[in-house]
């Protein structure tokens, strides 16, 4: 499954002072709801199944009705009992595996059981995305998040069914089909592509944009210190870092662009404003994972630091036990903590208000745990210098193609 990328539902820091004062989390952002524990395509990249995390195995195929009902309730109630909006995110392996029936019951079930201004969403490989389902969630307000890497040679390369097979074909007539649905504008959320730095990023930015989708985000892939991402050669390498630079130039230069989250959260926080998503900036993000079996876990990116990472040793249960309640243990506390960049290069960092220290998960390291800079250091310093003089010398009156032409410095 592709990682989702979290973005807030309200702006403005959430639990920072709560967090770090040690007093109870009160509040969350997301709640990420694995419908289903498999998945129908065996993507190279993917953590939950090709990165050692074996945690899968001993799940069920698919929630069960006790699970569903579990869900819809005390996820509800949490909505209800918040002063912050929340949203709730299907997501898997692949979340419509868990069957029309399954989804209908969860969604209209949560429709019902959250506050009005809770958000409902999708993460999906789009192979399922029947006119029945997109049908469904157009009555829902379920908004809809692809994952599509690009052009079909640069997807088909890693996002291949069981058989081997590519799925660009199956995945781009599913956009094309959710676009020509009367709500399909408003479901399609964006388009979510992970970074193969082989690629041309000119080449993966136009085709992506072929497909109508209203925004884009890109995922480094993942890694940490221990098992370094594919495509990266050693820590102090910008194999990453150049293909986005590469990226931001050639969105600056687009007088007609779609939105793409991770290049303008980096703008905002340069310019003093606040980030929106996971993984840039110093804003912390709530988040609760309901995994397939009803456990509630950390956020299960963390599966690719070590096989159990995203595991609680309590190992509580939405099924027999209360979501809310423990919101307030200190075992939920310290995993929230593990969001606060702790390393000491991070901490001296004149960058770190941007960069935020990166993933939890890309921190990691057999030797220090998660206290590391993200494993993409280098590659996020040349990045954000490149967007730092791009926008000063915009502001210095220079004309834009007079910014495009500026030397990027690392």
């Known amino acids: 499954m592709t990682r989702l990328e979290?973005?807030?539902t309200t702006t403005g820091p959430t639990t920072s002072t709560i967090a770090r004062t040690g007093t109870a989390l009160q509040k969350v952002d997301t709640v990420l709801v694995k419908t289903a524990s498999r998945c129908n395509l065996n993507c190279t990249y993917c953590y939950v199944y090709n990165l050692g995390d074996d945690g899968w195995k001993s799940q069920p195929r698919r929630m069960s009705s006790e699970v569903l009902q579990a869900v819809i309730d005390q996820?509800?109630?949490?909505?209800?009992?918040q002063d912050q909006a929340l949203s709730v995110v299907l997501h898997g392996g692949e979340p419509l595996l868990l069957g029309f029936e399954g989804i209908e019951r969860l969604v209209e079930g949560l429709k019902?059981?959250?506050r009005e201004d809770a958000g409902l969403h999708i993460q999906t490989n789009a192979v399922l995305l029947s006119n029945k389902f997109i049908d469904l969630f157009a009555s829902n307000d379920v908004g809809i998040s692809i994952s599509l890497d690009g052009t079909a040679d640069i997807h088909d390369r890693n996002r291949v069914d069981r058989q081997g097979r590519g799925s660009y074909d199956r995945v781009t007539a599913a956009?094309?089909?959710l676009l020509a649905h009367p709500s399909g504008n408003r479901l399609l959320t964006g388009l979510l592509a992970v970074v193969d730095p082989s690629s041309d990023p000119v080449e993966v930015y136009e085709s992506l944009k072929t497909t109508g989708a209203p925004s884009f985000d890109f995922l480094y892939r993942d890694g940490n210190y221990a098992h370094l991402p594919f495509g990266k050669a050693q820590p102090e390498s910008i194999e990453f870092g150049t293909w986005m630079v590469r990226l931001l130039e050639h969105y600056l230069a687009?007088?007609?662009?779609?939105r793409i989250r991770v290049i303008d959260d980096i703008i905002r926080l340069i310019l003093g404003g606040s980030g929106q998503k996971e993984g840039v900036g110093l804003n912390e993000f709530g988040i609760?994972?309901?995994d397939t079996d009803g456990k509630i876990t950390r956020n299960d990116t963390l599966k690719g630091a070590y096989s159990g990472g995203d595991r609680f040793v309590s190992e509580p249960s939405i099924?027999?036990?209360r979501l809310r309640e423990y919101l307030n243990s200190a075992e939920f506390v310290e995993y929230f903590n593990l969001q606060i960049p702790t390393s000491p290069i991070c901490q001296t960092c004149p960058e770190l208000g941007v960069c935020g220290g990166g993933m939890p998960a890309h921190r990691w390291s057999e030797e220090h745990g998660y206290a590391n800079p993200t494993v993409f250091c280098a590659d996020q310093k040349l990045l954000i210098s490149a967007a730092r003089s791009r926008l000063s010398?915009?502001?210095n009156g220079m004309s834009f193609y007079e910014v495009l032409d500026r030397q990027v410095s690392a």
Do not use: C, Q
């Open 175 to 177: 956009i094309t089909r």
């Open 75 to 81: 996820v509800g109630e949490l909505s209800h009992r």
């Open 288 to 290: 609760v994972v309901i």
């Open 6 to 8: 979290l973005r807030r």
């Open 393 to 395: 010398a915009a502001m």
């Open 319 to 321: 099924v027999g036990g």
């Open 254 to 258: 687009d007088p007609s662009p779609p």
């Open 112 to 114: 019902a059981s959250l």
